[in-house]
T-cell receptor
Framework: GAVVSQHPSWVICKSGTSVKIECRSL??????MFWYRQFPKQSLMLMAT?????????EQGVEKDKFLINHASLTLSTLTVTSAHPEDSSFYIC???????????FGEGSWLTVV | QKEVEQNSGPLSVPEGAIASLNCTYS??????FFWYRQYSGKSPELIMS????GDKEDGRFTAQLNKASQYVSLLIRDSQPSDSATYLC??????????????FGTGTQLKVEL
């Protein structure tokens, strides 16, 4: 299947700082990428839909000024958690959609710990 | 009513048995259906996709789709302990065109016991 790479796999940051997570589609062009958050033993929660060259569409309850999403190219989307707080600690997962049957492949995920 | 419903489980089956995972969805215009496997602490991995009514087989996995009844299932034959994971059902309303997000169920936890 298609490959989606996410970096970093894990990151620890201090409260109040910002953290950037990258999501790359390695062998296909993805006009649409998605960002999810998952707390332990809970289901995936869609945060936002990222379309190349346009502003991201955020789900209800997700602060767009806190979770900045940039989809600058057909193979790269970034999520920046600004002014991170301990409650932002979570597993962040990106996914990218192919044009074939709208199949979605996930990146490996990024564990964020805010101390 | 949730858009995509799954029994959270855990579903326990003995090694070598058939595991049957079920999913129902509410949006009748849904066209694409997916099963993902998620191990604890890892991101979801695509297992199967199905678009037409009937069965689709891939190795030990068989996806079954019934659009009239609005359900999709996943059968795992000869279950192995390594199959123990949470299985997520996902539905996409439009077959082509892109730009549409998946709606996920909450997942069914499968435990394959020795």
């Amino acid at each position: 299947g298609a490959v989606v790479s996410q970096h970093p796999s894990w990151v620890i940051c201090k409260s109040g700082t910002s953290v950037k997570i990258e999501c790359r589609s390695l062998d296909f062009q993805a006009t649409t990428m998605f960002w999810y958050r998952q707390f332990p033993k809970q289901s995936l929660m869609l945060m936002a839909t990222s379309n190349e060259g346009s502003k991201a569409t955020y789900e209800q309850g997700v602060e767009k000024d806190k979770f900045l999403i940039n989809h600058a190219s057909l193979t790269l989307s970034t999520l920046t958690v600004t002014s991170a707080h301990p409650e932002d600690s979570s597993f962040y997962i990106c996914s990218a959609m192919t044009g074939v049957g709208n199949t979605i492949y996930f990146g490996e995920g990024s564990w964020l710990t805010v101390v | 009513q949730k858009e995509v419903e799954q029994n959270s489980g855990p579903l326990s089956v003995p090694e070598g048995a058939i595991a049957s995972l079920n999913c129902t969805y509410s949006d009748r215009v849904s066209q694409s259906f997916f099963w993902y496997r998620q191990y604890s602490g890892k991101s979801p991995e695509l297992i199967m996709s199905i678009y037409s009514n009937g069965d689709k087989e891939d190795g030990r996995f068989t996806a079954q789709l019934n659009k009239a009844s609005q359900y999709v299932s996943l059968l795992i034959r000869d279950s192995q302990p390594s199959d123990s994971a949470t299985y997520l059902c996902a539905v996409n309303p439009i077959l082509t065109g892109g730009g549409n997000k998946l709606t996920f169920g909450t997942g069914t936890q499968l435990k394959v016991e020795l």
